[in-house]
Each structure stands twice: as structure tokens, then as C-alpha cells.
């Protein structure tokens, strides 16, 4: 029988390396930077793809139901927030209508998903200004991925 060697980054490794990066000034900066983002996208998306609330719509289902677009989608997510939180441009990916389309996602499933943000940013202790940040900016999306209105 062979051993395993369990290689996830622990919730204190991910705040390590945050707190190595972390200046005060932007979102981004204040969040740990790319690493920091990262860190956290890696374990939200992980998170997503199991919560029973968030896969009750089929469509996001059928995405979030399939392990191999775990690191794709973590890409993606990564670059989206690193860009929304005033660090470097890089998102590479859809505009948040476009890549909502089709998906009939409804209060209650955008609800599910944004708990699990606070949850995910409580559990790496972020600091509660910076918490208060990222939600908001995720509140202000909100239109465009639930009603699909494009934001001003
Ligand atoms: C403000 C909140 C949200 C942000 C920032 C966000 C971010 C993203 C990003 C960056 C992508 C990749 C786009 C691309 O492929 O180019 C994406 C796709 C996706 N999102 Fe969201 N999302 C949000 C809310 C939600 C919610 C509430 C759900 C489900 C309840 C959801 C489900 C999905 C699914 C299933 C895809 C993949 C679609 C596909 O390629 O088939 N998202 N999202």
C-alpha cells in the first residue's frame, strides 16, 4: 500500500503567505495580493462545487458537478477578483452577464453563493473592513448575474 501525501495548503499557510504580501492600499493589496486571492478562490471553489444550496440549479450543476473544471473556473475566479479589488488587469474570462447566461440563477441561489464568500473569508479570518469590501463588491454584481442587467 502506498502512502499519501496530503500537499492542500492549510488556512494558516494560505494567511501566511497573505500577510508576507499584504501593504496597505488597495483591496488587492490588503487581501494578500495574488497569493492571498488565490489562497482563498482555491478553497471557496471547493466549497462551492459541495454545497447542496448552490447545485439545486441543474444548470449550475452541470458545471459545478464536474471536478475537472475545478481548476479552470479557480483560474477565472482568481483573475476576476485580483482585477475587481483594484490589482492588475488579467481577467481573461466572460463579462459577469455573459458568463451567467443561461444559468436562470435566482436570489436564492446567489444568496447561497455569497454565504459561502463571507463564510470562506470568516474562516481565513480577514480582517473585517477588508471582509465588508469584497462583499459589497460582490453585492454590486449582483444584477448583473441575477437579472442579467449590465451594470452602469
Ligand atoms: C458576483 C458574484 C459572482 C462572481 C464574481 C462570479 C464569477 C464568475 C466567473 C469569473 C466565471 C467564469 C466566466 C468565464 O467562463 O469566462 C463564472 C462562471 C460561472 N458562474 Fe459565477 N460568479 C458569481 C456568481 C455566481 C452565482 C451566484 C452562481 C450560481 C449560483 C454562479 C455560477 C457560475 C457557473 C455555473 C459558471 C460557469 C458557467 C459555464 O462556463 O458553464 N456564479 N462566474
Same mark, same amino acid.
Given at each position: 500500500m502506498t502512502d499519501t501525501i496530503d500537499t492542500r495548503p492549510s488556512a494558516d499557510d494560505v494567511n501566511e503567505l497573505a500577510a508576507e504580501a499584504a501593504? !496597505?492600499?488597495?483591496l488587492f493589496d490588503r487581501l494578500g495580493g495574488t497569493y492571498g486571492i488565490a489562497g482563498a478562490v482555491d478553497i471557496l471553489v471547493d466549497r462551492l462545487f459541495a454545497n447542496v444550496a448552490v447545485n439545486a440549479n441543474e444548470a449550475v450543476h452541470a458545471h459545478?458537478?464536474?471536478?475537472?473544471?475545478a481548476p479552470g473556473y479557480k483560474f477565472l475566479v482568481t483573475a476576476w477578483s485580483i482585477e475587481a479589488a483594484?490589482? !492588475?488587469?488579467c481577467y481573461p474570462g466572460e463579462d459577469m452577464v455573459a458568463a451567467h447566461d443561461?444559468?436562470?440563477?435566482?436570489t436564492k441561489g446567489f444568496d447561497a453563493v455569497y454565504k459561502e464568500i463571507a463564510a470562506t473569508l470568516s474562516f481565513l479570518d480577514v480582517p473585517e473592513a477588508e471582509h465588508a469590501e469584497f462583499m459589497a463588491l460582490i453585492e454590486k454584481h449582483r444584477p448583473e448575474v441575477v437579472d442579467g442587467v449590465h451594470l452602469a
Open positions: 501593504t !496597505p492600499g488597495s459545478h458537478g464536474v471536478a475537472a473544471n483594484g490589482g !492588475p488587469k443561461g444559468l436562470h440563477i435566482d
